[in-house]
């Protein structure tokens, strides 16, 4: 039954009556003057000093803490700042450090710069007083361009006969340098420097080649390589037979099959192709179709299993890269191309592509080919007999090709990931090993400074291969790069 359908409830005792009210009120005022009265007289009485004291204990008490922790507030707070104050004097420490090695780079390639021009120009002082001995002329000078070695002017310079030449060093200097390649690919050069010029700034010295890439479904751009040379930069270009836009993982591409290139399918497109080359005058690096002895590529023969890919057949790429060659040959571009061969480390291919047997079946013979290069890189997952070295990681492969060939190696496409922190020393024995004896017959590399996401072992992982991509990674390679065992090519970061 709800409280508003019961009858009304009787009023409680004390209120039934006034006169009872009033006693009620009376007693209650008379109580409280009695509990008042006592307290009064323990607080004031000497018996009270118990309570007071207890009382003044728990207040003296309180107080002191609060002031502890008020102090110790303030000791945290200013430890706080201490470690912020260190942590960005560290960090600036760290950046000038870097600066000042980047500076000593650059001014060690300004003077390796005067010292070669130094050098050319005396050889032009001594070859014009021997032509002028020889035709016994006492007061007459030899005439001609004093800039030795260029090559042809570019036709993508501005018209006009105001326009700038642009010159190269002759085929013959490139494919024999006097020192070494510091190449580099990034996103967008040569096309667009901003990435290249960004990175260079930090080394101090500024790469003399530059990597990039095109397919089989692209003309032969000029700019590209006249824009390398206007930078006065090696163009390499890593000439792939299929779309450029296809993915890494699309190993079929039916159309860009090497029995197609061999049967004559791209014959019109590698003419026109080479034609456009000769029209520069300028010469350039192809990779054509590299990393032929993996299982990644629609110009692969193996899958590694006994398997073929992409319709391809035992002697098919031997066969495509002298197609492709002869035909350069046919128009003149030979005298412009240097021809890398560039096969992948063996380290991590399964056993049946790995042999030294399979890498030479793929090998075009030394009347085809002008350089032999690797890809190779620091890459994970690692073994667990991993070393984080550059015998680790080139040399097996480096034993191949030079029981191939004897013809100069290029690395071609290197990189180092920070995954697990064994970069920075990899970049260290890299430089290191490079200025051994026996390792003279590598003439540079092209470093691939990129950070790319990719699927390793099922599982997504982003490999940042980029030269700053920590700050003690590129310490390592500003101190291997300058290295003067090393001899690179130092051309100053602008």
């Known amino acids: 039954m709800s409280d508003q359908t019961a009858p009304a409830r009787a009023a409680v005792w004390w209120s039934q009556s006034k006169s009872r009210s009033q006693a009620t009120a009376a007693a209650a005022i008379l109580l409280t003057a009695v509990l008042f009265g006592i307290s009064a007289y323990v607080w ?83 070859a014009q007083l021997a032509a002028a001995q020889a035709k016994g002329s006492s007061g007459s000078t030899a005439s001609g361009s004093t800039a030795s070695g260029t090559h042809g002017s570019g036709s993508g310079s501005s018209g006009g006969s105001s326009a700038t030449p642009i010159t190269a060093p002759a085929r013959a200097e490139l494919l024999n340098p006097s020192k070494r390649y510091f190449g580099m690919y990034t996103e967008q050069a040569p096309f667009n420097w901003a990435t290249l010029d960004a990175t260079s700034a930090k080394i ?92 990644w590529y629609p110009w692969s023969e193996s899958d590694g299993n006994g398997g073929t890919i992409n319709g391809n057949n035992p002697g098919d790429y031997v066969k495509m890269w002298q197609h492709v060659h002869d035909i350069f040959q046919q128009e003149g571009a030979n005298n412009l191309v240097i021809w890398d061969w560039s096969p992948n480390i063996v380290n991590k291919l399964s056993p049946s592509l790995r042999s030294e047997a399979y890498l030479r079946s793929l090998y075009p013979g030394d009347a085809y ?8 890189y620091l890459r994970p997952p690692y073994k667990a007999d991993q070393q984080y070295t550059f015998d680790y990681t080139f040399k097996p492969s480096l034993d191949m090709l030079r029981n191939i060939t004897s013809k100069p190696i290029l690395l071609s496409e290197v990189g180092a990931s920070e995954i697990e922190g064994h970069k920075a020393a990899w970049v260290t024995s890299f430089f290191e090993s490079l200025g051994r004896p026996e390792n003279s017959d590598i003439i540079g590399f092209s470093w691939f400074n990129l950070a790319i996401t990719s699927y390793v072992g099922g599982e997504r992982a982003t490999n940042d291969w980029r030269i700053d991509s920590r700050s003690d990674s590129l310490s390592a390679f500003i101190a291997g790069i300058t290295r003067p065992e090393d001899d690179f090519a130092l051309t100053p970061a602008h």
């Open 44 to 126: 004031v009485s000497p018996t009270g000093a118990p309570l007071r004291k207890a009382v003044g204990q728990a207040a003296e008490t309180v107080t002191p803490f609060a002031a502890q922790n008020a102090e110790l507030k303030r000791n945290l707070d200013r430890a706080t700042e201490t470690i912020a104050s260190q942590k960005g004097k560290l960090t600036a420490m760290q950046k000038a450090s870097l600066a000042s090695q980047a500076a000593t780079a650059k001014q060690l390639a300004t003077a390796q710069q005067k010292a070669v021009a130094a050098e050319s120009q005396l050889a032009s002082v001594k």
């Open 204 to 295: 101090g010295v500024s790469p003399n080649m530059v990597g990039y890439f095109s397919g089989w479904d692209e003309n032969f751009r000029v700019n590209a390589v006249t824009r390398s040379w206007q930078q006065g930069r090696m163009p390499l270009l890593t000439w792939e037979s299929r779309p450029i836009g296809d993915d890494n993982n699309v190993v079929n591409s039916p159309e860009y099959s090497l029995p197609n290139i061999i049967g004559g399918k791209f014959d019109t497109y590698l003419h026109q192709y080479a034609k456009d080359i000769v029209a520069t005058g300028l010469p350039l690096a192809i990779r054509l179709d590299h990393e032929m002895n993996g299982n």
């Open 369 to 376: 080919v002008d350089w032999v290069g690797l890809s190779g």
